[in-house]
């Protein structure tokens, strides 16, 4: 069964930066537009960036480009690159792919993002 599992987070202090990874095992992302979703404490979760299978990415307007998705087929994973971390970045960090009505995988544990000083 294909499985998701998100990894890089940690504590930064605001202003710093971290790469999030999103390995698939069972499945190939090549084959999938990829998202990578948020959920602050207490917040439900919200949709962050995104990456289509040709490259195109979009993001939310409130990152104000401090976030960059990127992919590597190759090595089936997907990255999200957080800059210029603020104390509202503090989340748990997921990825996932939608389809109409749901999502390709299930979810993952996601990876803990922590901005404090």
């Known amino acids: 069964q294909a499985q998701l599992v998100e990894s890089g987070g940690g504590l930064v202090q605001p202003g710093g930066s971290l790469t999030l990874s999103c390995a698939a095992s069972?499945?190939?992302?090549?084959?999938?537009?990829m998202t990578w979703y948020r959920q602050p404490p207490g917040k439900q979760r919200e949709m962050v960036a995104s990456?289509?299978?040709?490259?195109?990415?979009y993001y939310a307007d409130f990152l104000k480009g401090r976030f960059t998705v990127s992919r590597d087929d190759a090595k089936n994973t997907i990255y999200l690159h957080l800059n210029m971390l603020k104390h509202e970045d503090t989340a748990v960090y997921y990825c996932?792919?939608?389809?109409?009505?749901?999502?390709?995988?299930?979810w993952g544990q996601g990876t803990q993002v922590t901005v404090s000083s």
């Open positions: 069972g499945s190939s992302l090549s084959l999938y537009d």
């Open positions: 996932n792919a939608e389809t109409l009505f749901s999502y390709v995988f299930d």
């Open positions: 990456i289509t299978t040709g490259g195109s990415k």
